[in-house]
């Protein structure tokens, strides 16, 4: 090999920048060959995160807000945690009856309230892409047939806080969403199979057994903590649909993700909410009994996953 300033000199002269190999092997790993050449080193792609954007769809992601409804559900159905860069969630294979193990991933939201949830399932569909989400905790009854420690199946969510403010009042404009039809099939079919409402007797993590009922219905959604039996948003949800049983703060959001979610997938995207009543949502409301609300709502998803893995959403 001659040096640059010499190949001109030099007629037939091999010019050679780079590695030669005359026998064995060579294993070059970020590097180039030629005058000038440089290597850019691009981030490294997280390869679990990867591998799972190309493995099947996990057949239920669970979202729950506050501490006590994460760990009820890691209990109910034997997750684990896992960490995804900066992200928590809980994973696992439930045994069901009859049936191959369905794959579960929970996660919970950084915060209270619509936004965080509509975070919380995009994180779920970008890392794992569930079939079916189910929004899982505790809720605030106002219907006198449900009671603290009941839990409300919901395939239909109100969301009362679109509304236009007047002079003299609050004219609020509802806005109803449902869940995809084989998902209200599902619910159905559980409801048909241990009576509506069902009754449910369970054990607690502490060896307390307690029986509870499961209503299927719709429930309100929207931003406030309601601690008042005279509400005005909670007479405007009797009046817009007296068959509403409970509230929150969070269905809102996951109803109207999922909804939009579909014009980019082109798939309908299967959600369901199950919430276990900790209080009546009066003056009294406190968090005497979230823990217990919690665990049946969780349990009641435990219950329910054999109907929801058959839906081809």
Known sequence: MKPDDDIGRYPGTVHNEGVANFGGSTAIHHSVVGRNATVNMAPQADRSADDRAHSPRWDI??????????????????????????????????????????????????????????????????????????????GGGINRKVAVGDVVVATRVVYYDLRKELPLHTQRRGEEKEAPAAVGHAANAFFTDHGEPARCTVTDPGGTSRTHQVFGGLIGSGDAVIADHGSEIVSYLAGFNDKILAVDMEAGGLSQACHEQSATSGLLQGWVVIRGISDDAGADKNDDHQAVAAWHAATTLRRMLPYLITLDT
Not at 77 to 95: H, I, Q
Not at 128 to 135: G, M, N, S, T
Request: charged share 25%.
């Open 61 to 138: 992601g669970v979202i729950t807000i506050i501490g006590v409804e994460t760990n009820a559900v890691r209990v109910a159905l034997g997750l684990r945690p896992e960490r995804v860069g900066g992200l928590s969630f809980d994973l696992g294979e439930v045994d069901v009856d009859g049936d191959r193990p369905v794959r579960v991933v929970a996660t919970r939201t950084l915060a209270q309230g619509q936004r965080s949830t509509v975070m919380a399932f995009d994180h779920l569909r970008r890392h794992y892409d569930p079939k079916i989400i189910a929004l899982v905790g505790i």
